[in-house]
């Protein structure tokens, strides 16, 4: 059931930096733009839950990356350096819609998710309620379950994308998966047959 | 690489769980035009940022402050240099007139001596005084 991610194709860190130490930058960045925009992406989508937020924040640091990397001097791995910069920003995102939500007017929000209410429902098919369970679970396993996935089931991957030790992520991915298990149990959808059924 | 499989449970409903989350946690897909909208921002965005900006300036700052130690020295070894070189031009012209000025002046005419220096040395700080009182009033 388990798979290793099959070796990635396309520039490799070390030919970045082989560009980079010859002075290509515009070369390096193009690289950088093919090896991370994606996990850039993805990062930014599971720290932010929200695509249009994420596709901003996912520009803006790699417009950040593109201005930083002529002083990148390899003393963290170029990952490392990427996602912490992705992080950074995607903070930054999430404190300015703390500041904004804390000025929003309760009678127009009240407003709003009555609107939402009456509109069509979701299709409540059984995935749902599972999408729907890990939303629902603490930030920290939310965002560890769903970059394992994105990310093919790496947790090594996952812990430089978060800059967490794998040991954490681990834990995190068992506590998660053993929150789910049971509120799965608590809606009596704890059948392993059912789910096995339901994923053929 | 490292992976989950040596800490995932081999539990029926653990890995009935697995292939349901892979199933429902799709990796989002990129925008179509993500790439383009990138190139935008990083035309967009201005050659330096706030980082390089205050590089730059303290740069600047530093060769200012360099420039100004450097002349400030010059300045004070150029007058260090006047000092010593019109102390030394004093004395040697004080030797040769020396016989002189005691034949026309009498003995006293030593005495006399560093009372004019100590005169014209009073003139010389009267001056600067005045000039430099005379611009403090034409500050506002």
Redesign the interface.
């Known amino acids: 059931m388990q798979q290793d991610n099959p070796p990635e194709a396309g520039p490799r860190d070390q030919d970045i930096v082989e560009l980079l130490r010859g002075g290509a930058l515009e070369a390096a960045f193009e690289r950088v733009v093919d090896r991370y925009e994606r996990k850039v992406y993805r990062l930014c989508c599971s720290l932010l839950r929200d695509p249009d937020q994420a596709e901003d924040a996912a520009q803006e640091s790699l417009v950040r990356v593109w201005k930083a990397l002529s002083k990148y001097d390899q003393r963290a791995s170029l990952s490392t350096w990427i996602y912490t910069i992705t992080r950074n920003r995607c903070l930054t995102a999430i404190e300015r819609r703390r500041d904004l939500d804390s000025l929003s007017d309760p009678a127009v929000e009240h407003e709003a998710e009555a609107a939402q209410a009456v509109g069509p429902q979701p299709e409540h098919d059984h995935l749902a309620v599972l999408r729907e369970l890990v939303e629902a679970l603490p930030e920290r396993f939310r965002r560890v379950l769903t970059l394992f996935y994105y990310e093919e089931r790496s947790v090594t991957e996952v812990a430089q994308m978060l800059g967490l030790p794998e040991g954490t992520v681990k834990t995190n991915l068992h506590r998660a998966r053993a929150a789910l298990g049971e509120r799965l149990r608590v809606l009596g959808l704890g059948d392993p047959q059912f789910w096995l059924e339901k994923v053929q | ?5 040596d ?3 081999d ?18 897909p ?2 179509q035009d ?2 383009q ?2 190139r935008a ?2 035309a967009r ?1 201005p050659s330096t ?1 706030r980082a ?1 900006l205050r590089a730059a300036l303290e740069q600047e700052h530093a060769q200012q402050l360099a420039e100004l130690q450097t002349g400030y020295v010059r300045l004070r070894q150029r007058t260090l240099g006047g000092l010593i070189g019109g102390a030394f031009a004093a004395g040697l012209l004080i030797t040769f007139s020396l016989p002189w000025i005691t034949s026309h002046f009498g003995r006293d005419a030593v005495f006399a001596l560093p009372a004019i220096g100590a005169a014209v040395g009073l003139a010389l700080s009267a001056r600067s005084w005045w000039q430099r009182s005379a611009l403090a009033r034409l500050l506002p």
């Not at chain 2, 690489?1 to 499989?5: F, G, K, L, R």
């Not at chain 2, 539990?11 to 292939?19: H, M, T, V, Y």
């Open positions: 690489m490292s992976t989950a499989a800490h995932q449970g539990g029926p409903i653990e890995q009935a769980l697995d292939r349901a989350l892979a199933r429902c946690l799709v990796p989002p990129l925008p993500f790439r909208q990138l921002a990083i965005s940022d390089q």
